[in-house]
T-cell receptor, first 117, second 116 residues
Framework: AQTVTQSQPEMSVQEAETVTLSCTYDTSESDYYLFWYKQPPSRQMILVIR??????QNATENRFSVNFQKAAKSFSLKISDSQLGDAAMYFC??????????????FGKGTSLLVTP | GAVVSQHPSWVICKSGTSVKIECRSL??????MFWYRQFPKQSLMLMAT?????????EQGVEKDKFLINHASLTLSTLTVTSAHPEDSSFYICSARKTGTVYEQYFGPGTRLTVT
C-alpha cells in the first residue's frame, strides 16, 4: 500500500511571504498522480494543484507550485505571496493510475498553515 | 460545474438508531463514489468505494454491516450508519469521480454526525 507522509503538522508564514509544505510518499508504481488539497475551516476539500508522475515539468497554478522529485518520491508545495485566505489545512494525496483501486485518494496527515498579518 | 452535495450537513441521532447520508453529483455522472471519514484535526480515511449498480468495496477494518453503502444511480450514493454509537460520531465526506475521467474527482461539503 502506498503511504503519504507530511512531516510538518503546523507551519506559519507571514502575509506576502513564501512557504513550502513538504510531502513524501512511498510507492512501487511508476505511474500515478499526486495532489495537494486545501481544507479551510468550512471543511470543504478544494483541489489546489495536480501532478502527473509521467510529466517531468512541475505543475503551477498561479501562486501555487510544486517541486516534484520522482526519484526521491518527494512532492512539496510552494505558496508564494501568501494571503490570509490561504490559512487552512493542506493535505497531500496520492492516487494510483491502476484502476483496480477505483482511483481512490490516499491522504497524508495534513499540515495546518497559519498566515499572520 | 462539478458540484457534489451531501445531505444532511449535520445530524444528531440517538444511540442505537440508524442514519442515512446522501451524496449527489448535481451536474455530472459519477460511476464511482468514495466515502471518507475524518476525525477532528485528522486526515481523511477512506471507508469504501462504491460503484454504480454493484456492491461497495470496503477498506480493511470498516464494518460493512454497520456502514451500508448503496450506489443505485449514476448521481446518488448513500451511506447508512446502522445502530449508531457515540464512537461513530465523526465527519463523513463523499467524493465523486466523473465518469470517463481518471483524476476528476469532486468532494461534497461533508456531513457531521453526532451520536448521543
Amino acid at each position: 500500500a502506498q503511504t503519504v507522509t507530511q512531516s510538518q503538522p503546523e507551519m506559519s508564514v507571514q502575509e506576502a511571504e513564501t512557504v513550502t509544505l513538504s510531502c513524501t510518499y512511498d510507492t512501487s508504481e511508476s505511474d500515478y498522480y499526486l495532489f495537494w488539497y486545501k481544507q479551510p475551516p468550512s471543511r470543504q476539500m478544494i483541489l489546489v494543484i495536480r501532478q502527473e508522475a509521467y510529466k517531468q515539468q512541475n505543475a503551477t497554478e498561479n501562486r501555487f507550485s510544486v517541486n516534484f522529485q520522482k526519484a526521491a518520491k518527494s512532492f512539496s508545495l510552494k505558496i508564494s505571496d501568501s494571503q490570509l485566505g490561504d490559512a487552512a489545512m493542506y493535505f497531500c494525496a496520492y492516487r494510483s493510475a491502476i484502476s483496480n483501486s477505483g482511483y481512490a485518494l490516499n491522504f497524508g496527515k495534513g499540515t495546518s498553515l497559519l498566515v499572520t498579518p | 460545474g462539478a458540484v457534489v452535495s451531501q445531505h444532511p450537513s449535520w445530524v444528531i441521532c440517538k444511540s442505537g438508531t440508524s442514519v442515512k447520508i446522501e451524496c449527489r453529483s448535481l451536474d455530472f455522472q459519477a460511476t464511482t463514489m468514495f466515502w471518507y471519514r475524518q476525525f477532528p484535526k485528522q486526515s481523511l480515511m477512506l471507508m469504501a468505494t462504491s460503484n454504480e449498480g454493484s456492491k461497495a468495496t470496503y477498506e480493511q477494518g470498516v464494518e460493512k454491516d454497520k456502514f451500508l453503502i448503496n450506489h443505485a444511480s449514476l448521481t446518488l450514493s448513500t451511506l447508512t450508519v446502522t445502530s449508531a454509537h457515540p464512537e461513530d460520531s465523526s465527519f463523513y465526506i463523499c467524493s465523486a469521480r466523473k465518469t470517463g475521467t481518471v483524476y476528476e474527482q469532486y468532494f461534497g461539503p461533508g456531513t457531521r454526525l453526532t451520536v448521543t
